[in-house]
């Protein structure tokens, strides 16, 4: 059963955010949420935990005064460079000779030894994947159960991160007075708040562009194939127009985001300028020139990403190429974006129609507001769905004891005769 709340942080390099989810008789009734601004975190790694642990306690003590609720259990994400994926497989015997239905109990079987197979002192396994089964000499199969085979194997799909990053993480949030409750990959979590069902058919790719890591993931008939994490992100056009202008990058990304334009700088009217203040004087700064900086740098990032891409998959092949980041909302970045991979790509938005509607209240979320929360957003629909996407629907419980003790019976009278 679920609690009276679910709260979810989403721990970046630029601002932590939170979401505080209330429920009532199983269904969401409010919202609470806040961010706050962060150095304490860089492509994913925690750089200074006393700053982190004060943040995180400054957030979360907000929005129990706001909530009323006394929170202690979080869904949190985890991402950057110490995400490691890695494909394992196991094969098991279903009967010495001739024949057996799949049982329930023979997946659970391969899909754990193919998880101690893959599994590493080093790492912490975040989400396993079944990419598929096989079955005697028929492969790809996505749902064996019920069917007969001398042998059952599996490819699992494993994300993983480093020990330490994840021993790390968890003594940061018990410091700050919680525990992690669900641990997930942030792209995974970003990914159940904007796919929709439609997703499921052919290639879709999410692209998070994130402060100075870029995430990317690929589904295939809606299960994970494939994911790409990359050094750059929308502060590298910030640190552009930094270096570029010789200003501070906090001005530099004021600047951005009023005045950033991607495309043409010819475009710009050449008398259109921006007023710096520097030291004690105003010095006037060329649009067209800022429009210049920010174009080469996102050129530079969408060509970067389209290289990756093209290591992993034909791009004829995408059917849905779906990207989220604030750095998204400068004019014109989508369609330069778009111009450079020959696809169309589509700005992010929440799917599920229950936080949608609650969403439509809050005047945080309005607009396009909602980007700067989407992976805790995306961590509440894990939370609420309780399975990992990607995963196979294996079973369905029984509503009542009768049920499960007929299931049961029929499970091990399969798995003997």
Same mark, same amino acid.
């Given at each position: 059963?679920? !609690? @009276?709340?679910?709260?979810a %942080?989403?721990i970046?390099s630029s #601002?932590?955010t939170?979401? *505080?989810?209330?429920?009532?008789? +199983? ?5 609470f949420l ?6 304490s975190?860089?492509e994913g ?9 004060s ?5 979360l003590?907000g929005?129990?005064?706001k909530s009323g609720i ?6 949190v994400?985890i991402s ?5 994926t890695k494909h394992?497989?196991?094969?098991i015997?279903?009967a010495?000779r001739?024949?057996?239905?799949i049982t ?5 079987l391969v899909n754990?030894?193919a998880?101690i ?6 790492d ?8 598929g ?5 028929? !492969? @790809?199969i996505?749902?064996p %159960?019920?069917l007969?085979?001398h #042998?059952?194997?599996?490819? *699992?799909?494993?994300?993983c991160a +480093?020990l ?8 940061v949030?018990?410091?700050s007075?919680y525990?992690?409750?669900?641990l997930?990959?942030?792209?995974i979590a970003t ?6 069902p439609q997703?499921?058919e052919?290639v879709?790719?999410l692209?998070?562009l994130g402060s100075d ?13 494939d994911?790409?994490?990359l050094r750059l992100?929308g ?9 570029a ?15 950033g334009?991607i495309g043409?700088?010819l475009?710009?009217?050449e008398d259109k ?6 030291s004690?004087?105003y010095?006037?700064i060329?649009?067209r020139?800022?429009?210049?900086i ?9 060509m970067?990403i389209?290289d990756?891409?093209e290591k992993?998959?034909?791009?004829y092949?995408?059917n849905n190429f779906?990207?989220v980041g604030?750095t998204m909302?400068?004019d014109g970045?989508?369609?330069?974006f778009?111009?450079i991979?020959?696809l169309p790509v589509k700005?992010?938005?929440l ?13 945080e ?5 909602y980007?700067?929360?989407l992976?805790?957003?995306?961590l509440i ?7 990992p996407l990607?995963?196979?629907p294996?079973?369905?419980p029984a509503?009542?004891f009768i049920?499960?003790?007929y299931?049961?019976i029929k499970?091990?009278?399969?798995e003997y005769?």
């Amino acid at each position: 059963m679920l !609690s @009276n709340y679910i709260c979810a %942080l989403d721990i970046g390099s630029s #601002k932590v955010t939170a979401v *505080l989810a209330e429920i009532r008789k +199983k269904k969401l009734v409010n919202f609470f949420l806040d961010s706050v601004p962060i150095k304490s975190v860089k492509e994913g790694v925690i750089v200074d935990s006393a700053g982190l642990t004060s943040s995180i306690t400054k957030i979360l003590k907000g929005l129990k005064n706001k909530s009323g609720i006394n929170i202690k259990f979080l869904s949190v994400n985890i991402s950057g460079q110490d995400i490691i994926t890695k494909h394992s497989s196991a094969i098991i015997p279903l009967a010495e000779r001739g024949n057996k239905v799949i049982t329930l109990s023979d997946m659970h079987l391969v899909n754990e030894q193919a998880r101690i197979l893959g599994s590493s002192l080093e790492d912490e396994i975040i989400h396993m994947i079944p990419l598929g089964y096989t079955i005697d000499s028929k !492969s @790809n199969i996505v749902n064996p %159960l019920g069917l007969y085979s001398h #042998k059952l194997e599996v490819d *699992l799909y494993l994300l993983c991160a +480093k020990l330490s990053s994840v021993q790390s993480l968890s003594r940061v949030i018990n410091q700050s007075g919680y525990e992690i409750k669900d641990l997930s990959f942030s792209g995974i979590a970003t990914s159940k708040a904007v796919f929709n069902p439609q997703f499921r058919e052919g290639v879709s790719i999410l692209c998070d562009l994130g402060s100075d890591t870029t995430e990317i993931l690929i589904f295939r008939g809606g299960l994970l194939k494939d994911i790409e994490i990359l050094r750059l992100g929308g502060g590298d056009l910030t640190k552009g127009l930094s270096d570029a202008l010789r200003i501070p990058e906090d001005l530099a990304e004021d600047i951005k985001r009023s005045y950033g334009v991607i495309g043409n700088p010819l475009e710009i009217g050449e008398d259109k300028e921006i007023l710096v203040k520097k030291s004690e004087f105003y010095k006037p700064i060329k649009q067209r020139l800022v429009c210049e900086i920010l174009t080469n740098s996102a050129n530079k990032a969408c060509m970067q990403i389209k290289d990756a891409l093209e290591k992993k998959i034909a791009l004829y092949e995408v059917n849905n190429f779906i990207i989220v980041g604030r750095t998204m909302l400068l004019d014109g970045f989508i369609e330069n974006f778009e111009r450079i991979l020959s696809l169309p790509v589509k700005l992010g938005r929440l799917t599920n129609l229950e936080i949608v509607s609650l969403i439509m209240e809050k005047n945080e979320l309005s607009g396009h507001k909602y980007l700067k929360y989407l992976t805790s957003l995306g961590l509440i629909c894990e939370a609420l769905e309780k399975k990992p996407l990607g995963t196979l629907p294996l079973h369905q419980p029984a509503k009542n004891f009768i049920l499960k003790a007929y299931n049961k019976i029929k499970e091990v009278y399969q798995e003997y005769f």
